[in-house]
Each structure stands twice: as C-alpha cells, then as structure tokens.
C-alpha cells in the first residue's frame, strides 16, 4: 500500500563557491562619478562656468543702455569695447567646455558693437543740433507778432517818436520809403500802399490771409536798410493762446531783388494750415545777403507785359540783367483787393535759359480765384 503524500521536491540550494570559482562583487566608484545602481537615476556631471561670456554679456548690456545719453555715453561705450573684448574670449574658450556660455558671449559681441554705433549717432545729432542753434543766434533776425497798423509806426515806451534807433545810429539814415514797384520790375495793375516799415531793418508791413487749402500765408515786407538784398528767407511761426501751433519758410520772394526803401512780397509755407486758428498770431525771422555788383545767385526779370485773359495771367519778362540768366524763372501773382493782399498763385515760365536781352513767357491759371488787382514778378538764376 503507498503513502499518499505526495513526493515534494528537494530543496534547492545556492551554489556555493568552489574554491576554482570565487564570488565576484561590483567594483568600488572610481573618478569621482557614481556606479549605476538598478532602479537608481544617474545624475549629470556639472557643466563647467565660462566667467568670461558672463562677464563680456554684463559689460556689453550697462554699455548699451549707457549708450542713449549724450555725452555720459563716452563712458559707456568703453565698458561696451571691454565687453566685446571679453565676450570674444569668451567664445573662443566655450569650444573647450563643450559650449558653455556660447549664448552670453554673442549676445555681448552684439550689444558691445550697438553700444558704439548708438552713441556715435546720438553724439553727432547732439552736435548738428548745437550747430545749427548757433547758426540761427548769429545770423540777422528780425521778428514781429503781427503787422504794425496801417499810419502808425512803432517806436518805444521810452523814447520820442523821432528818436533814432540802434540801425539808424550804425547804419546811418534810413531810406526814404518808396512807393510800390518802385523798381519797375513788376507787371500788373495793383498799386497798393503799405506802412513805412522799421528804420533800419527788413521787416513785415502787411499780413494777409492764411490760405487753409494752399498753406500760404502771403505777406509783405520793407527793406529799410541802405543795401539792395537778394537771397532773401524767410521763416515764421503761428500761436495762440496754448503757444505754437505751426512753422513754416517761405518760397522766394518778389522781386527776388530788393531796393533799399522798396516793399517785396512773399509768402510763408505752412504744413499744418488747417489747424492754424484764424486768430493766430505770427512771427517772422528774416535773413538776406547783400547784392554784389558782378554777380547774383538770383536774377529778377522785367516784367513787359501782363493782363489777365480767360482766368489766367499772361505775360512775358525781359532779361536785363546784363548776364544770361539761367531757369527755372518762378512766376509769383499776387492778387489785392485794395491796398490788402488776398492770396497768391505760383508757376513757371515757359523757357529754361534766356539770354541777355531775351525774353521768359508765362501763363498761370488762377483757378478760379477772384483777383481785382495783381503784381506779377519773374526770377531766374545767374552762375
């Protein structure tokens, strides 16, 4: 009879070392670097620092925003060179570190190198500025807030009505005040009569309105010094009562040359007219150089003949100027109602160089605007 248990396995047993067979066991760490572990992460070795690309990126960054004030940016830009100095090292070692610092070192080359192209740009603008704020100081300038009133003449708190002023005293006496188109150089049927202007000086007589839809503001001025000018600017501002609300030059003036004691006509461009409010008050500065006597940048022609036919002014001009004269010619029509000035209208003749004694011919459309009156002048040029 058997038993009816089961047969169980024998026990296994772990081998055991034989003396030919030692145990082996996992090697200790060497190099300073962890031994894989199952079930364990190894972490990365650190990257190693690049000082240099650090410090070139903080250099070429206080450089770069150290470049925008004037001046002080000379300063600056020396730590944006230092930085680039140090930014470039700093790139040529990140090769050797596997790449470390690459990012900070170009990016400190770049605003190193911005530094410098700033701060020559805000320097050499500080300088034109300064420049042209010393030009515009010395050069000759006279201003006026608006023209003095028809019969009147302005004179000082102080002083007596027939006191001479600083011109008077260093130039001498004043011209005589001469009638319109005194010269003869213009064409038209206007004859219109203005104040006699500061002693002494070139200054505005009349202001008319400001043509919103042109830009122009037309005026006209006395040269009340002892030369004849030529090469005469203009410039002008427009107030109210929060301060500017406008600037502008002028486009010539006619006659392009004018007498001592004669009145000219001109006009100032605005670019903004439509928001210059019609109680703007104006300012004008003027420069011009006296006429030499062998040679003229500008040359007025005389004005032959000149009538307005089927809305349009047409006319011719006569060089006699003694020299060829040289174009464009600038036509300028300006038409009065009376003794005012009303608006203007600016063209070309028709040739481009006329000879001593030749004629310039002319035909400028008013566009439909009203003209009772009009003085027509023609300029060209001599070289």
Do not use: H
């Amino acid at each position: 009879m058997s038993d009816p248990t089961p047969a169980q396995p024998a026990p296994q047993s772990e081998p055991q070392p034989t003396p030919e067979q030692p145990v082996a066991y996992p090697a200790p760490p060497t190099g300073g670097y962890p031994v894989p572990q199952p079930g364990y992460p190894v972490p990365a070795p650190a990257r190693p620092s690049n000082g240099l690309a650090v410090a070139g990126f903080v250099l070429g960054l206080l450089g770069f925003l150290g470049s925008f004030i004037p001046i002080l940016n000379f300063g600056a830009v020396v730590l944006g060179v230092v930085g680039v100095i140090l930014a470039a090292i700093g790139l040529v070692k990140a090769k050797s570190l596997g790449g470390s610092g690459k990012g900070l070192a170009v990016t400190g080359i770049i605003l190193g190198v911005l530094s410098v192209i700033i701060m020559i740009i805000i320097n050499v603008a500080v300088v034109n500025t300064v420049s042209d704020a010393i030009d515009d100081a010395t050069k000759t300038t006279v201003t006026t807030p608006s023209a003095t009133p028809e019969g009147e003449t302005e004179t000082g708190n102080d002083a007596p009505a027939d006191a001479p002023t600083k011109e008077e005293a260093s130039q001498g006496e004043a011209p005589e005040p001469l009638p319109f188109n005194a010269s003869g150089l213009l064409g038209g049927d206007a004859a219109p009569t203005f104040d006699p202007g500061k002693p002494g000086e070139i200054s505005v007589v009349q202001i008319g309105p400001l043509d919103k839809a042109s830009g122009a503001l037309v005026f006209a001025f006395r040269n009340n010094t002892p030369d004849i000018v030529t090469n005469i600017d203009w410039t002008a501002t427009a107030s109210d009562g929060d301060g500017l609300v406008g600037s502008g030059s002028s486009q010539g003036t006619t006659p392009s040359q004018v007498q001592p004691g004669e009145v000219g006509l001109a006009y100032i461009y605005f670019d903004n007219a439509k928001s210059i409010p019609k109680s703007a008050e104006y300012a004008f500065s003027v420069s011009s150089d006296p006429v030499d006597d062998t040679w003229a940048s500008s040359v007025p022609l005389k004005v032959t003949e000149a009538k307005l036919v089927g809305g349009a002014i047409v006319g011719a001009a006569k060089n006699e100027s003694g020299s060829d004269a040289s174009g464009p010619f600038s036509v300028g029509i300006y038409c009065f109602k009376g003794d005012k000035l009303q608006s203007m209208e600016l063209g070309y003749a028709d040739q481009d160089d006329v000879a001593d004694g030749g004629q310039a011919t002319f035909s400028e459309d008013l566009y439909g605007d009203a003209c009772p009156t009009f003085a027509v002048g023609v300029s060209g040029y001599s070289f």
